[in-house]
């Protein structure tokens, strides 16, 4: 991932990614999350606290009217685009690289509830199709492309593409 850009200049990648169109949801919750991560930034603590206050009702508000949630720890590279937005779930401890498209229902997050900071570490130019489930701490490598409704809970090597979910049928009813 790049240096330490500007919250300026990564607002004006991400707006070009998005299509330059700022009313989209995945662009303002990408907004409010590279807000997030810039007001800690600010020193001292005591200026810092009403811009803590904004990001706190922003964060809320593209959790809960965008149905995007991604805190402010999440560690993101550039040029992330969110497609077709809505439930999308990011683990605060997760690491994003450059170029990655999540899109709608993706869900990046731990697998054990007793280990609650292990979360997946996704590489640069990866394609996550709708609805994929990537958990557990593995490691995603880069310019994968990540399947609809993929169940994601080992490492993947760079280039590979990934498909299908890892549900197993265990009993079959039986019709009378």
Known sequence: MSSNPSLWTLWREDYATHGRDSTLP?????AFHRFGVWRLRVRPRILRAPLT???????????????????HSVVIGRR????????????????IGDDVILRQGVTIGNRHLDRPDD?????????????????????????????SNA??????PAGSTVVGPRAAIRTRNEKP
């Open 26 to 30: 995945g662009f303002r919750a990408l």
């Open 80 to 95: 992330l685009r969110i497609e077709h937005q809505s439930g999308i779930v990011v683990h605060g401890s997760a690491v």
């Open 53 to 71: 206050i904004l990001y706190r009702r922003l964060y809320r508000r593209a959790r809960n009217r965008y149905g995007i949630e991604i805190p």
């Open 151 to 156: 169940v994601v809970l080992e490492n993947v």
């Open 119 to 147: 979360a997946p570490v996704i590489g640069s130019r990866v394609n996550i199709g709708s609805g994929a489930v990537i958990l557990g701490a593995i490691t995603i490598g880069d310019d994968v492309s990540i399947g």
